[in-house]
Every structure is written in C-alpha cells, then in structure tokens.
C-alpha cells in the first residue's frame, strides 16, 4: 500500500484487502477490488475484502475495527496504553497547531490545513474508545486518568482544549483589537448553521479565527475546505454520494469531483456552481503556487466566505 492512501490515527477509510489475510489476523494487505490478483504477502489468489480501516498508533500498520490488538506489533488496541498512544498523538497535533499559530508561520500553517481533521478524527476515536472502556474508568496512571476525564467531560466544545482565554490574548497581542472587533462583526453578520456535522462546525470556526486574526490566506483554504465538506454532506442527504469502485477510499473525492457531481444531478444552479469553482481555484493558487507567492487581501478573504457561505445557503437551503 503506498503511502498517500494511508489513514491517519483514527480516520477510518474504506480499502479492499485481502480476504485470506484479514481472515487469518495476518497483517493487511491492500489489492486491487476489481481484478482477481495474487496477494503480495500470503500468494493466494484473491478478489478481496472492503473493510474499513485505521492505523495503529503504536506501529503505524493497518488496523480493523473489529482487531482488538495490532496485527503487526501485537499491541491491545484498548485499555490504558492505548488510550495513552491515542491521547500522545491528539496532544501533539493540538500543539503543532498551537505553535504555528503562535509563530505566526502561516506558510506551515497552510501546509497542516490540509491535514487539520486529524485532531478531529483523533479525538473522536479517544471519545470512542471512551466509550468501549464503559462507564468505570479503570485507569491507574492518575496523570491520564483526569486527561481522559476531561475529554469525556467535554461537551464537543474544541475551544476549551484548543485555546484557552490567557492564549487567546496572548498569541494575537500583535494585531490591533479594533480590527479585530470589527472583522469579528463582519464574521458574526455571515454565519449559517443548518449543518448537523463536528466537522462543519470545526471548519466554520477555524475560518473564523484566521479571518479574525488576519490570516487571509489561510482563510481561503479553509473555505475550500469548508465547501468540501458541506457539499459531501448535501450529496450525502440527497442520496447522491456514491461509491465508486475506482476510488479506493470514499472521501478521497475531491472537491472538483464533487462540483461535477452537483452539475449532473442539478443539485447547484449555475451561478453557484461558478462560485464554488472559484473558490477552489483561489485555494489553488495558494497552495501550489505558480510562480510568485500569492496574498490574499483581507476584501479579498471577505468575499471568499460570502461566497462560499452563499453556496451554502443555496445548498441547504
Ligand atoms: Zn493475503
Ligand atoms: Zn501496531
């Protein structure tokens, strides 16, 4: 399996295996679905398995839903030390975050946009295994005990992890509050919220900070992300997101694919259509430039989350 298709710890994707070795608890090994082919590490023939699968935060291997320890290093995938792995790595991502935001790098900033859910996926895989541990906590270690009591306590209010006050004033002391108060109004007047997903949400709020804060560039990427994310779930409501046997994993579809999809079920009129694909190609720009950096202005940023609040609109409208 190349490393491009590879989950990251607790995102769970669809692949297709396979069948002997997922049977047999042998470590995973992905095939092709559509071709009978030989398995690369038991050299049977087969056509595979769809499961969904994770990676183990200990070794980093493929991981079912259904293995209650690591085929490849043997680790139980429940009980303290592992949820000690989950809460390591949810940790860190929280902290890369905290640190580009502090080090005002927003050229490494943008490059994490891309992989921003992964605080998400971690924490809702630690809430999940949370729940499989049952009510009673039997953890010794009473550093991670009150960590896991904390995120169990939590009602999905990521802000109170994320950045707390003290921080808040602390990190953006460079920039001048009149602006941000008045960017911060201009913020509140776009705000939908008909959308029933964290991760909605988590993109929303995301956009919010960088625009408060003047990260426009950052902002536009986020609104790519954010169109992403609520068109998957409009085709999604519609029943017109289907799986494809080429696409190895469901929410690999991009963003174009999706934009071709609402073309052809009519799902966005045109004019939006036009929007959204503008959007996309201002993100573009940002992340691959072509030849000189780009700077979005902050009218620039304003219009791209009208734009893209308006798609939304239209789209649940
Ligand atoms: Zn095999
Ligand atoms: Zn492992």
Same mark, same amino acid.
């Given at each position: ?28 090994? =992905? =095939?092709?679905?559509?071709? /009978? ?13 769809? =499961? ?35 809460? !390591? ?9 905290? /640190? ?17 859910? /992964?605080?998400?996926?971690? %924490? ?21 005990? !009150? ?30 509050? !009149?602006?941000?108060?008045?960017? #911060? +109004? ?7 919220? /008909? ?54 994993? %469901? ?6 694919? %999706? %934009? +071709? ?37 902050? #009218? ?18």
């Amino acid at each position: 399996m190349s490393e491009e298709i590879k989950p990251s710890i607790g995102e769970w994707i669809e692949v297709t295996v396979c069948s002997f070795c997922l049977e047999s608890r042998r470590s995973l090994e =992905v =095939v092709n679905s559509s071709n /009978q082919t030989k398995c690369r590490s038991c050299k049977k023939d087969t056509r595979g398995t769809i =499961v969904k699968v994770s990676v183990c935060p200990f070794c980093y291997n493929l991981i079912t839903k259904f293995d209650t320890e690591c085929r490849s290093c043997r680790k139980l995938l429940k009980g303290e030390e592992y949820l000690w792995a989950l809460l !390591k790595h949810y940790k860190a991502k929280i902290n890369e975050i905290r /640190q580009l935001v502090k080090g005002k790098d927003e050229d490494r900033l943008l490059r994490l946009v891309e992989e921003l859910s /992964q605080e998400e996926e971690i %924490l809702k895989e630690l809430k999940d295994a949370l729940s499989r541990e049952g009510p009673v906590l039997k953890i010794n270690d009473p550093v991670l005990k !009150k960590e896991l009591q904390k995120i169990r306590e939590e009602e999905t209010s990521r802000e109170d992890i994320d950045f707390d006050e003290e921080d808040e004033v602390d990190i953006f002391d460079w920039l001048d509050p !009149k602006d941000i108060i008045y960017r #911060e +109004r201009e913020f509140g007047a776009l705000i939908v919220g /008909q959308s029933t997903s964290s991760i909605f949400y988590h993109c929303v709020n995301e956009i919010r900070k960088c625009y408060i804060h003047g990260l426009f560039n950052a902002t536009v990427v986020f609104c790519r992300a954010l169109l992403e994310v609520g068109l998957r779930e409009a085709l999604k409501k519609r029943g017109l997101y289907k799986t494809n046997e080429k696409v190895i994993y %469901l929410d690999e579809r991009n963003l174009e694919g %999706l %934009l +071709r999809e609402c073309k052809d079920n009519k799902v966005l009129p045109r004019k939006f259509l036009e929007k959204a694909h503008s959007v996309r190609k201002k993100a573009n720009s940002i992340i691959h430039p072509k030849d000189k950096p780009i700077k979005y202005s902050e #009218e620039e940023a304003l219009s791209t989350i009208k734009d893209t609040f308006s798609i939304l609109e239209e789209l649940y409208r």
